[in-house]
Every structure is written in C-alpha cells, then in structure tokens.
C-alpha cells in the first residue's frame, strides 16, 4: 500500500506540472530515450570508466593479471567499491550463463539508467518546492530528464554518474531530515543518518563529490542552523560507510590502505594528474556552454552566474557552485568531470530564474512571443542533438570488439590486419574484459594471391578497400560507421574518428 502511495504521489508531481496527458507523453519520452541510450551507448565515455572500474574486477575475477593494470593500481588510489560491484554483477551473470561481455555491460548500463531515473525525479520533487511557476518547472523537469546529454549520462557505470546519483540521493535526504525537524526528531535522525550513509557511497564513487559535501555543510550549518544531532547522525553514518570501504580496499589490494589519502597525494601533491594536461579556469565555463546547448548557453549560463547569487540561501546552490568553483582551480580539466552536476541542472536553472527581481520577470513576460518562439528553437536544437546521442556508442571501438567477439563464437579465430589499428587505450594496460580470443595478425606475404583458395579476414583502417585487397575482392563485411557518414570530412574531424573495416576475401572466387 505504502509503495502504491509513493507511485501516486510521484505521478501526482508530473501532472500538476505537465497535466495527465501531458504527464503521459513526458513519461513515455523518458522511458524511451533512457532505455535506447542504454542500448546503444555501448563501450566507455573515458578509459577511467573502464580500465580502473571494470578491469580491477576482472583481476579479482583472477582474468587479469595485476601487471597489466593502469598506474592507479599499485599507487593504491582508487576505490574499491565500484569495482566490487562490477565483481559481484559479473559473477551474477556468470552464474546465470550470461558469459558475453556486452551483455554484462549493457546491465550494467541499465541498472545506471533505472537508478538515475528515479533518483532524477526525487531531485526534481524536492528542490523545485522554491519553485511556484508552472512554466519554470516544466522546464527544470525537462532539463532533468531531456536535456540531449541527459539519457548518456544516465547510463554510464562511471564513478561520475555514480557518484553524482547517490550525492543527489544525500542531498534529497538531508532536504527530509530539515523538513522533519523537530516536529519529528527521530524520523529527522534517521533521514540524517540515511543521508550519511549516502554521502559515504558517493564519496568512495567519487573523491572530489567531497566538495559539494562541504557545500551542503555549509549550507545546513550556517543557512539552516541545523541541530548538532542531525550532525553527529550524519557523521556516524559516513564512518560507517568509510569502515566498510575499508575492508573492500583490504579485498582488491590485498592489505590495508587508504585510497582518499593516497588519492591525494598522488594527484595534488606529486602532480600526476597534471601530467595528463592543464588546462586555464573557464574551460570549466565551455564544458557547461556545449553541454547547455549553443549558443541558447549563453544565457543559461548568465542566468546561473546572477540568479546564484540571488539564490544563494538554496541548497542547490551551495551544492553546484563549490563544486563548479574548485574544478576551475583544479589543473587537470575533463569534461566527465562536471557530469555529477546533471543531477541538479535542471532545478538550478529554475530556481535561478526563479529568483529574479520581480521587475525582471515582468519585463520578460512582456517578451512572451519572443520568449516562446526561443523556447520552441532550444527544445528542438536539444531533442535533435538528444536523437544523435542516444543513438551511437559512446566511443568507436566498441563496435569492432563486438564484431569479433561475434566471429568467435562462430569458430573464426584469426583476423589479419593490413594497417594498425588506432586506439585509445593505455600504453600500460590491456583489456580482458572485452577480450574475444581472435588473434589479430599481421597479414602474411603473399597471403592475398594465394586467396582464392581460402577464406580469411583481413582488418584495415579507413573505408576505401585497398588496391591490394581489391584485387583479390575482398569484400567489406564490417566498418564501424556507415559508408555514407564516414566519406564526410566534417564527421572524421568533428567526432575525431578513425573508422574500423574488416574485409572477406571470399573463397569462391
């Protein structure tokens, strides 16, 4: 009865804003765009998401040596509970006879979007209450959910996402725990305690989450003045998390240690995450202008620069704003990095807006035709761009790995190969999750005049057949894009792609 009311009240949010109807089309649109892109964003967003989640697990699978690990491995810097996760799903599917490595990630994809979903609208329900305009919240909501990033975001097993999911879940939390003060303390202490424990989780999927907890702190500290037993809950629960991300770091490095600290040490006091680029304080600025749709960015972002400030007392806001501010001070700048944020984007440009002086808001009510007009141009520059996202792995290797994971299991154990292949993997490190067990091989001499009697594949880079292959009709079987895009100058530079062909020379020929 009580989850039926839950639904009720969830749905009942969406109709005050969107109307049943309304509601409805919304709803659909969200399952759908969010259950494509885990579909077809296959492969990772950046090799971190790979080779120190997945990877990790795999070596404690025993399919994976601790030599062929990242860097990051024998530094002792990163945490051990995403990769315990990964351990435990791909045992699960193991179990279940689910060996094939794409299945196992598109779960996990799936259980990142479902999550995300929920914890999204949660978001969404509490900090919109500032809120009273209707159109404001439709378009926060909108934002939330549909925003072209949005869905890709959502699906990824990353420490990002993650830990931007369960920082949003603890901010939620902490917005109950203030709200139940002290009509109820003890359901205060508990909502206080959950919001610890949550805290914990999105700090051990990501270190610097640790900024907008400041953040939070701040704001419970000095803007609510929150009572010192929502503290001592908050804190207790968050060392019990640390006690237990302990024992998992004891599991995957074989002994005690402290990764946060290492983490540190490795990162800001030796500088290696400088090594891999530094970058000046506003590039943070375009990572939020590509990702709130140019050039419409340009408003939004002025919009969050003043309406923050006006805002200032919001919990949102002492959420986002630290965590944007260090990342400008931090050297090393990834885009990935302000991805946590999209938990929050929508219901930070509303309450921003919100926030305006009255006057301000008249005038651009005044404006309405206009305003409508600007609005109808971003929604569909933004469902476009939603389209073509949700639509394509999110890197092109993956493509070739499925290909011949496929070939494997039909009995093909060597594809030779005509030029190296590009890719993007670490020089110190080797994949064995994706590993399909056919041996890429350097085409043999006189291999392509003697073709005629056998069958064999044969990997090149590019999409025109080589004058050598074409001679021996060697048919493509396999590229990583269509014919049609990759021939386009403007996509090899703007996606900066390389594409992936594997002829056949058939033996019947």
């Known amino acids: ?16 804003i969107w109307g049943e109807s309304g509601a409805r089309l919304f709803a659909v649109a969200v399952v759908v765009s969010h259950a494509v892109a885990a579909w077809f964003n296959a492969g990772f967003l950046s090799a971190d998401e790979h080779y120190q989640i997945i990877e ?26 995403q990769p315990w996760l990964a351990a435990m799903a791909i045992r699960l599917h193991h179990a279940l006879g689910a060996t094939s ?13 479902i999550i995300a979903t929920i914890v999204t609208l949660e978001v969404c329900i509490r900090c919109l209450r500032p809120v009273r305009s209707r159109v404001l919240r439709q378009a926060a909501v909108f934002l939330a959910f549909l925003l072209w990033i949005a869905p890709t975001a959502h699906g990824r097993f990353s420490s990002e996402n993650w830990g931007g999911m369960w920082l949003a879940v603890a901010v939620c939390l902490v917005i109950d725990a203030v709200d139940a003060w002290p009509a109820d303390r003890r359901r205060s202490i508990l909502y206080a305690a959950a919001a610890g424990a949550a805290w914990g989780l999105a700090f051990y ?14 704001w419970l500290l000095f803007i609510k ?22 024992v998992l770091e004891h599991w995957l490095y074989g002994g005690w240690t402290f990764s946060p600290l290492n983490y540190v040490r490795v990162n800001l006091i030796e500088g290696k995450s400088a090594a891999y680029g530094m970058a000046p304080w506003w590039l943070v600025a375009v990572y939020l202008f590509v990702a709130l749709v140019p050039p419409f960015s340009f408003a939004l972002i002025a919009l969050l620069v003043i309406g923050s400030w006006r805002a200032r007392r919001d919990i949102v806001v002492w959420t986002a704003v630290p965590f944007i501010a260090v990342h400008m001070l ?12 999209m938990y929050f984007v929508g219901p930070w440009l509303a309450i921003c807006a919100a926030a305006l002086p009255d006057h301000v808001a008249a005038t651009l009510t005044r404006w309405r035709r206009p305003l409508v007009a600007v609005a109808v141009a ?5 469902l476009f761009a939603l389209c073509v996202a949700i639509s394509l792995p999110v890197n092109d290797r993956i493509a070739l790995d499925r290909w011949l994971w496929d070939q494997r299991q039909r009995g093909v154990q060597v594809v030779y190969t005509l030029s190296p292949r590009k890719t993007a993997v670490p020089v110190n490190v080797t994949n064995s999750f994706y590993e399909s067990g056919v041996a890429l091989t350097p085409l043999p001499a006189g291999a392509v005049s003697a073709a005629h009697r056998t069958e064999m594949f044969v990997y090149y880079s590019g999409v025109a057949v080589p004058p050598t292959l074409a001679q021996a009709h060697c048919k493509p079987v396999f590229r990583t894009y269509p014919t049609w895009l990759t021939e386009s100058a403007l996509f090899e530079r703007a996606a900066e792609v390389e594409t992936d062909t594997v002829c056949r020379m058939d033996s019947s020929r």
């Open 225 to 246: 003045r929150a009572p010192p037993a929502l503290f001592a809950a908050l804190a207790i629960a968050f060392a019990a998390v640390c006690g237990v991300n302990a």
């Open 330 to 341: 931090v050297a090393h700048k990834e885009p990935r990095f302000v991805m946590p944020l």
């Open 1 to 16: 009865m009580r989850g039926g009311n839950l639904i009720r009240s969830r749905w009942a949010f969406l109709t005050s």
């Open 56 to 81: 990790f697990a795999q070596y404690k699978l025993g399919r994976q040596s601790a030599a062929a690990l990242a860097w990051e491995f024998p530094a002792q810097m990163r945490p051990a509970l």
């Open 205 to 218: 999927f990501r270190f610097q989450i640790a900024v907008a907890m400041a953040g939070v702190g701040v």
């Open 378 to 382: 971003f929604c569909a520059v933004d």
């Open 101 to 113: 490595p794409f299945t196992i990630a598109f779960s996990l994809r799936l259980l990142s979007t």
